[in-house]
């Protein structure tokens, strides 16, 4: 499979560069006479473009989708969608001093060692520009996700730099998250996260945290063995999302610190649909298949590597030098990176469910 496509029965392939003309994606295995909402996912591109506020790149983009093909009057066909967004604010020659040194923690080296050749103009396929593409497939898959049954994804952030959040995953809902301006719906954590951020600018650094994630409504039954399990599937789908260095679902880590006595999710209530568990740090998924309890996962996101200050490097010689950026870049990529976590979800699960439901059809 090429590195820039992922699915099996909902295949999304996407395509740009930072720089270039624009980035899109093109979905096939999208079920025919699904009423798609371009409005809709206008909206979540909304969410995700820069320029929102002081906590982002100053870089103005409308990210104004378009429709190529795929759909006719407004239902979708069930040949390939394809969807493009146009770089309106792309500026390559700001980029030209790093022709020739390897930013630090970047991907220029890699790409180089990779290829031969790399987009120095902001990072290329790199960039997480190309996240543009991610977010307009997962929207496209919550609405088709929504004419399957009642799911909810709702993601947020947990942990920036050293504030922890106290959300209750069962009733956390995307209101309250878009409610504060870093994504975080517990409101006296999110008031130390803006200080952290502020501290992280004034000190010309950035920081990380962590994004969490709830699904909700999904039914039992999703996920392959053995090497497809569906936790293994959205493992893989988080840890493509630029600048994402962990993924844990359930109790994730700390689980290590338990028994088996304390660990086990005792079984309470069985339905056709779904297991009631008395707990759930399984995180909704057991043996690599859903149980129908929430799917709950956590990613982390290391720090930006773009620093405002001059950076010992080498360049494309291996002679030491220094890099000092001046274009423009997030101080913390979190608050922008929930709804791609969510996007990213959506995109896989929506994946699983039209292969479960093949196979569910054909026994």
Known sequence: MPGSSMGQAFRVTTFGESHGGGLGVVIDGCPPGVVLDVSAIQAALHRRRPGQSKWTTSRQEPDEVRCLSGMFEGETLGTPLC?????????????????????????????????GRRAWAGGGRASA????????????????????????VVAWVDRLHEVVARVDVETVSLEAVE??????????ASAQMVEAVSAAMEARDTVGGVISCVLR???AGLGEPVFDKLDASLAAAMMSIPATKGFEVGSG?????????????????????????QTNRSGGIQAGISNGMPIVFSVAFKPVS??????ATVNRSGESTTVDPKGRHDPCVLPRAVPIVE????????????????????N
């Open 129 to 152: 520009r190309e996240t543009v593409a991610r977010v307009i497939a997962g929207d496209v898959a919550r609405q088709v996700l929504t004419t399957l049954g009642s799911v909810d």
């Open 217 to 219: 409504g999904v039914p």
């Open 83 to 115: 969807f493009v967004v146009d770089n309106k604010d792309a500026d390559p020659e700001a980029y030209r001093a790093w022709k020739e040194v390897y930013r630090p923690s970047h991907g220029d080296y890699t790409y180089e060692a990779k290829y």
């Open 343 to 362: 996007a990213m979800a959506n995109i896989v699960l929506l994946d699983h469910w039209l292969r479960w439901r093949g196979q569910v059809g054909s």
């Open 179 to 188: 409610a504060s301006e870093l994504r975080c719906p517990d409101e006296a």
């Open 253 to 277: 880590f700390g689980g290590t610190r338990m028994k088996g006595s304390e660990h086990n999710d005792r079984f309470v209530e069985l339905s056709e649909q779904r297991a009631v568990t």
């Open 306 to 311: 773009t620093l405002p200050v001059a950076q």
